[in-house]
């Protein structure tokens, strides 16, 4: 028998949106903010009549996970439609646009590109033809060992369409002789890293977790209809009642029989981004059993009793260190205010090049308000510390209001090292705790005072449903260089190349 592979072709992803530019085209990686960038987001829908319409708002409730691209692929058993675009989940998909995508199962795509460049090839759901039928891909995460893979499939012929790692289960599973399932399982023993993959065919739907559960992915139900997403918060908006999360090492299987679940890997060490509490994930989300704001908001508790300061009020960085802010001024007995306000209307300047645009846009973003803060001693709360420069400017955008004294306060420990499973870090030369001493960061940024909370505080702060873990069944490694993988494919001090 011929191979698969042979047989594949690409669906055309050289075509631009319809206004005929890549109007969205490497969104905030020069931006003003040195944030970590969300991985991706995934929605799935397997069994509701119009698919196509429950991922649009699922995809709509995951667009901070990704603001470069998105894209939706339907199927009714018979036939693939599909439709990927640069932008936001609004400017890419339309009325008509999604009555065209019809079908009873879709699988979704959000994505801030940590692996393969911002352009619409790279959009995801990947679309194939394959011999055997169509096949779609989508994921959140990153593949470790995907240049590897690449390499090695390129030498027995296979032709990439994109730079994206996703694409490389694709080929694996094209290549086999084996059946969907168990093609779709050796193909996963073969992946490093942390993945949440959404895998569909004419007849199938295929869910999978990375063996150490690394990437969120979380199972609802919305009457018989199945949905799955890279966060709860997706999974009320379209009123489906949340089931469990996808287990690490779990396959689910949906097809006209029902659904099964099975293994492609035993559980390794449970290892679920810790940054999804500590920032990524909406407050409204639930993980390890507990809502995102409680955990944040406990973060913010221990941080009090690990670095109390005297002072007038409490503020918290919008909008990922509210809770925290609130933890702390609750435990602390300091009044909580909102000193600093958050434009969300200011759309996105930040692609502007010069240096002046950018600084300009850091205040269309974020203003403090000085009714507030003038005359105070402020306690700033913010969730982590990339390479300074954000923390700078906002500690100089307080003292230029009139703040006699900012403490700043972060809701996690030093960020040290790169992540190589789906975070877009930078080089570990870059990360200013990597570099310098906690007195050398206060001094760097201006800061009155600076101080973390510790790697114990986190764990217990966060708690859940594997406290007897490690870690709490979190990855910390980029605190702690304690990678719950063997990454030997990659130099553990280069930059991400996820």
Not at 75 to 82: A, L
Not at 288 to 314: C, P, Q, W, Y
Not at 358 to 379: D, I, N, T
């Amino acid at each position: 028998m011929k191979e698969r592979e042979e047989a594949a072709q690409v669906y055309d992803f050289t075509r631009m949106d319809e206004k005929g530019t890549y109007f969205n085209e490497g969104i905030g990686k020069d931006g003003p903010f040195d944030r970590l960038r969300e991985e991706c987001g995934v929605f799935g829908v397997f069994g509701y009549a119009d698919a196509a319409s429950l991922t649009y708002y699922g995809l709509h409730t995951l667009q901070h996970r990704g603001e470069e691209s998105a894209g939706i692929c339907t199927s009714d058993t018979h036939d693939f439609s599909y439709h990927r675009g640069m932008g936001l989940v609004k400017e890419v998909f339309d009325k008509d646009r999604l009555a065209s995508l019809k079908g009873d199962r879709a699988i979704g795509h959000v994505r801030y590109s940590t692996s393969g460049d911002s352009r619409l090839t790279n959009a995801q759901p990947l679309v194939f033809k394959t011999r055997d039928g169509d096949l779609s891909v989508a994921t959140n995460g990153n593949i470790v060992n995907a240049p590897v893979i690449r390499r090695d499939l390129e030498k027995m012929g296979s032709i990439f369409q994109t730079t994206s790692d996703t694409e490389v289960i694709a080929h694996l599973i094209a290549r086999s002789e084996a059946d969907l399932v168990t093609a779709a399982k050796d193909a996963l023993r073969q992946l490093e890293g942390g993945f949440a993959f959404l895998i569909m065919t004419n007849e199938r739907l295929l869910v999978a977790s990375d063996p150490h559960g690394l990437r969120p992915l979380a199972m609802g139900r919305i009457g018989d209809a199945y949905v799955f997403s890279s966060e709860s918060c997706a999974l009320d908006a379209v009123g489906a009642e949340f089931i469990r999360a996808v287990e690490p090492g779990e396959l689910l299987v949906f097809d006209a029989m029902g659904y099964r679940s099975e293994r492609f890997a035993p559980v390794e060490r449970r290892a679920l981004c810790a940054m999804e509490f500590i920032y990524f994930a909406r407050p409204d989300s639930q993980m390890h059993d507990v809502n995102l704001h409680t955990a944040r908001k406990r973060m913010g508790m221990e941080l009090s009793k690990e670095t109390f300061v005297e002072a007038d009020i409490v503020s918290g960085v919008p909008d990922s260190s509210i809770s925290a802010a609130i933890g702390y001024a609750e435990q602390s007995g300091i009044p909580y205010e909102m000193g600093m306000i958050k434009s969300k209307y200011s759309g996105r300047t930040f692609i502007q090049p010069s240096q002046e645009l950018r600084e300009q846009g850091v205040k269309m973003k974020l203003s403090a308000v000085r009714s507030v803060v003038e005359g105070k001693r402020v306690v700033l709360i913010d969730d982590s510390i990339v390479r300074g420069t954000t923390s700078r400017r906002i500690v100089k955008m307080l003292r230029d209001a009139g703040a006699l004294e900012v403490h700043l306060r972060i809701a996690s420990p030093p960020f040290k090292h790169p992540c190589f499973y789906g975070i877009d870090t930078p080089d570990s030369n870059d990360l200013i705790a990597s570099n310098h001493s906690v007195e050398e960061i206060c001094s760097i940024i201006g800061a009155d005072s600076l101080a973390f909370l510790s790697h114990e505080g986190t764990v217990n702060a966060i708690g859940g449903a594997f406290t007897k873990e490690k870690n709490g069944g979190l990855c910390m490694a980029c605190f702690d260089h304690d990678y719950p993988t063997e990454l030997t494919h990659v130099a553990k001090t280069s930059s991400c190349s996820c």
